[in-house]
């Protein structure tokens, strides 16, 4: 976990609790910080989704902790049981842990022993954990808005360069295999990471109508940018699994395959630039790039100069993977395209865009 945005916003949305639930006059202060741990969520639209699963949960636990107060008391044994009997019906109505979590610190809120009148306490601390709940809530809506749009293209920059480094090296037989198969797991992690910031930039909602559009677009090619960067890496791993192989190969065959690579890699920098501004949207390099060899005829060559054909055979997989590549981008071209021509007053926010 990283220090970041939401860090800070649980910590305030403690204070924020507590200060509210102490204003209020109510002994146990503390369930409401609690109770605001819980609810911070990573977007203001999660902290609405689920705000209702929270109060549910927080009544939940409040009734059957009272029930069971009022019938069997609020022994250690007891109040085990009520959490796991809370738990249960939690996990069955399909709550998420931390609601199911928030459940049971209201029981345990209210289990406590007390010498104030049980009913007068038992709505004290559900009104703390209540304040806890709409604390983290106002947090979320106010402070440190999450800017997933410029989050999203900066992992996708970032990913996107060290997949095409790692591709120049390999394709000149330059990288330590060691190493390269552990930025690989660590490259692995970092799309996974890509598709869950995605996630969370396509629950943002937008109330305007022109917005809405814009932001429908927006999410077709930050999609189709991720999907390029896969299938990037998908040639990464396909050379690094054949980079014996294609050592074998004549100087002039392992040339042409390093200037195919390099021009596919040359397009998709060239793409990601033209998102974040550094290009000319009339840069007729990048929409309708010079046509290089063919993979195909180069494939053919490749068989040709192997005398034995089943290893040949083996250089299929690298051909396969760099034309699906070259597909991705060409789609990739086409929707960068339309979106600028589209959406010229709506640029893509980069931290280029912001500084």
């Known amino acids: 976990m990283k220090f970041g945005a939401r860090?800070?916003?649980?910590?305030?949305?403690?204070?924020?609790?507590?200060?509210?639930?102490?204003?209020?006059?109510?002994?146990?202060a503390v369930f409401a910080g609690i109770a605001a741990v819980f609810s911070i969520q990573p977007s203001i639209y999660r902290s609405y989704q689920k705000v209702l699963q929270q109060i549910e949960a927080n009544l939940l636990g409040a009734v059957i902790a009272i029930v069971m107060v009022s019938m069997l008391g609020n022994d250690p044994v007891i109040i085990g049981f009520t959490i796991i009997l809370v738990m249960a019906i939690c996990i069955g109505f399909g709550m998420k842990q931390e609601i199911v979590m928030l459940a049971v610190v209201t029981v345990i809120a209210i289990m406590e022993t007390t010498d104030m009148p049980f009913v007068e306490f038992?709505?004290?601390?559900?009104?703390?954990?209540?304040?806890?709940?709409?604390?983290?809530?106002?947090?979320?809506?106010?402070?440190?808005?999450?800017?997933?749009?410029?989050?999203?293209?900066?992992?996708?920059?970032?990913?996107?360069n060290e997949i095409l480094q790692w591709i120049r090296l390999s394709s000149?037989?330059?990288?330590?295999?060691?190493?390269l198969k552990e930025e690989i797991e660590k490259l692995i992690e970092d799309i996974t990471k890509l598709d869950h910031t995605y996630l969370l930039f396509s629950e943002e909602r937008t109330y305007s109508r022109k917005r809405r559009y814009t932001k429908a677009r927006k999410q077709v090619l930050f999609r189709q940018l991720i999907h390029t960067a896969k299938k990037s890496l998908e040639v990464l791993r396909t050379l690094q699994r054949y980079d014996q192989t294609l050592g074998?190969?004549?100087?002039?065959?392992?040339?042409?395959i390093v200037k195919q690579i390099d021009e596919v890699v040359h397009i998709h920098e060239k793409l990601i630039m033209m998102c974040m501004g550094k290009i000319r949207e009339d840069d007729e390099q990048v929409v309708h790039p010079d046509e290089g060899e063919d993979i195909t005829a180069l494939l053919e060559d490749i068989i040709a100069f192997t005398q034995n054909k089943s290893d040949a055979w083996q250089f299929l997989p690298l051909a396969g993977k760099l034309m699906d590549y070259e597909n991705?981008?060409?789609?990739?071209?086409?929707?960068?395209?339309?979106?600028?021509?589209?959406?010229k007053q709506e640029s893509i926010k980069t931290e280029s865009n912001e500084l």
């Open 7 to 28: 860090v800070l916003k649980t910590g305030l949305a403690v204070s924020i609790a507590m200060y509210a639930a102490l204003l209020f006059d109510f002994t146990a």
């Open 122 to 160: 038992a709505v004290t601390r559900v009104s703390s954990v209540f304040i806890g709940i709409f604390s983290a809530l106002l947090v979320n809506l106010v402070f440190l808005p999450p800017k997933y749009e410029t989050r999203l293209f900066k992992q996708i920059e970032q990913t996107s």
């Open 172 to 179: 000149r037989h330059l990288s330590d295999q060691p190493a």
């Open 248 to 256: 074998h190969l004549s100087h002039d065959l392992k040339t042409r």
């Open 328 to 343: 991705q981008l060409e789609h990739l071209k086409k929707l960068l395209g339309s979106y600028q021509q589209y959406h």
